[in-house]
T-cell receptor, first 112, second 113 residues
Framework: QKEVEQNSGPLSVPEGAIASLNCTYS??????FFWYRQYSGKSPELIMS????GDKEDGRFTAQLNKASQYVSLLIRDSQPSDSATYLC????????????FGTGTKLQVIP | EPEVTQTPSHQVTQMGQEVILRCVPI?????FYWYRQILGQKVEFLVS????????KSEIFDDQFSVERPDGSNFTLKIRSTKLEDSAMYFC???????????FGDGTRLSIL
């Protein structure tokens, strides 16, 4: 069973701070990694995708990937109350038609 | 920006009845998916569809479920003989090719009474 693990939270950070979200995965052959944001009752919204080791930055978001440690993280700089949501880590499996396996999500609360 | 559209947004059905959930993927996308999310739980893969056939399915996707792309634009999920535990949000997703991320529709909330 290929697993994606996240701390369910809630993670509370003050407005303007850096929020750090972490994810580990079990399938060592996984090639593609995604962070989705999900507001309550809404669908997952893609924030970042990362495919190779290292950092990838997009605005206030930075995704970090370490395949040797099977670890993915998302940093949100200058956190805003509107960032309050559940952040889903998703991993595309190796082989087959590449279904995406989701973690349970980390709930982020940004306190004004 | 093109979107994946799903209808209806909310479906209420009596237990034992059949339901069809509808999706219109982004027009040039080739890979299609259904996921479900039971309230408070994680998003779970149900099935993937490519080249007019099922390419992969999970253990959840048993004989009660079927998918179809009847006309080249719609992508449907049929659930026969619904059960209370089928109550969930059902998300359709699509992507253009193997190397791109999936884009999700807004979902259909299915409530089985």
């Amino acid at each position: 069973q290929k697993e994606v693990e996240q701390n369910s939270g809630p993670l509370s950070v003050p407005e303007g701070a850096i929020a750090s979200l972490n994810c580990t995965y079990s399938d060592r052959g996984s090639q593609s990694f995604f962070w989705y944001r999900q507001y309550s009752g809404k669908s997952p919204e893609l924030i970042m995708s990362i495919y190779s080791n290292g950092d990838k930055e997009d605005g206030r978001f930075t995704a970090q990937l370490n395949k040797a440690s099977q670890y993915v993280s998302l940093l949100i700089r200058d956190s805003q109350p509107s960032d309050s949501a559940t952040y889903l880590c998703a991993v595309r499996s190796s082989g087959g038609y590449q279904k995406v396996t989701f973690g349970t999500g980390t709930k982020l609360q940004v306190i004004p | 920006e093109p979107e994946v559209t799903q209808t209806p947004s909310h479906q209420v059905t009596q237990m034992g009845q059949e339901v069809i959930l509808r999706c219109v993927p982004i027009s040039n996308h080739l890979y299609f998916y259904w996921y479900r999310q039971i309230l408070g739980q994680k998003v779970e893969f149900l099935v993937s569809f490519y080249n007019n056939e099922i390419s992969e399915k999970s253990e959840i996707f048993d004989d009660q479920f079927s998918v179809e792309r009847p006309d080249g634009s719609n992508f449907t999920l049929k659930i026969r003989s619904t059960k209370l535990e089928d109550s969930a949000m059902y998300f359709c997703a699509s992507r253009i090719d193997r190397d791109q991320p999936q884009h999700f529709g807004d979902g259909t909330r299915l409530s089985i009474l």
